[in-house]
Antibody, heavy 123, light 112 residues
Framework: QVQLQESGPGLMKPSETLSLTCSVS??????????WAWVRQSPRTGLEWFGS???????NYNPSLKSRVTISVDTSKNQFSLQLTSVTAADTAVYFC???????????????WGHGTLVTVSS | QALLTQPPSVSGAPGQRVTISCTGT?????????VHWYQQRPGTAPKLLIY???NRPSGVPDRFSGSKSGASAYLAITDLQAEDEAVYYC????????????FGEGTKLTVL
């Protein structure tokens, strides 16, 4: 079955760059039917879509985060990654990776999610 | 910031029916973008419950149903059971601000 698993640091200092990786199993990340997404959840922002990537490397980013976010894909490892620069306490959240069913922008949704990883930003 | 508005909480007794609303804007649900619903129990990831307005993934009981009208969408849960207690989120697309996928604020369902 499809499974996603996030990995990365749990604790960071302000101004550092957050790097998270999502390992995918049960489906090829190169499957042309899907994008692959990052979503975070905090009491402050609720569920917030970060961005999505296609196996080809084509990306869509949340406009409010675009200047700090990079999402990349490694099809050989069946993984995709998130980088968020210049983190602050406001970036403290649970970060989820998810499979993004991309039919068209009007219809897109997220059908499989990782368990999530808590990232805390504190000096 | 794009916004889908949900009531903070709803409640019902076992066996009853509850409805959760999700109101968007003219750049989201009102622009005819589809709505999807997720269930999140404490400490777990959101689980897809309804996709493209009214479709249920395999394994989701038919007690859960979705509908959409104008700029709003609705999740109905019939024959409430204790295991339905969770937070429910709607999700859609918003063409404002360059375009992004957005979630509602979440509705906490309490089974009395």
């Amino acid at each position: 079955q499809v499974q996603l698993q996030e990995s990365g640091p749990g604790l960071m200092k302000p101004s550092e760059t957050l790097s998270l990786t999502c390992s995918v199993s049960g489906v090829s990340i190169g499957d042309t039917s899907y994008y692959w997404a990052w979503v975070r959840q905090s009491p402050r922002t609720g569920l917030e879509w970060f961005g999505s990537i296609y196996y080809s490397g084509s990306t869509n980013y949340n406009p409010s985060l675009k200047s700090r976010v990079t999402i990349s894909v490694d099809t050989s490892k069946n993984q995709f990654s998130l980088q968020l620069t210049s983190v602050t306490a406001a970036d403290t959240a649970v970060y989820f990776c998810a499979r993004h069913v991309g039919l068209s922008a009007a219809e897109d949704y997220f059908d499989y999610w990782g368990h999530g990883t808590l990232v805390t930003v504190s000096s | 910031q794009a916004l889908l508005t949900q009531p903070p909480s709803v409640s019902g007794a076992p066996g009853q029916r509850v409805t959760i609303s999700c109101t968007g804007t003219t750049s989201s649900i009102g622009a005819n973008y589809d709505v999807h619903w997720y269930q999140q129990r404490p400490g777990t990831a959101p689980k897809l419950l309804i996709y493209v307005n009214f479709n249920r993934p395999s394994g989701v009981p038919d007690r859960f149903s979705g509908s959409k009208s104008g700029a709003s969408a609705y999740l109905a849960i019939t024959d409430l059971q204790a295991e339905d207690e969770a937070v429910y989120y709607c999700q859609s697309y918003d063409s404002n601000l360059g375009g992004l996928w957005v979630f509602g604020e979440g509705t906490k369902l309490t089974v009395l």
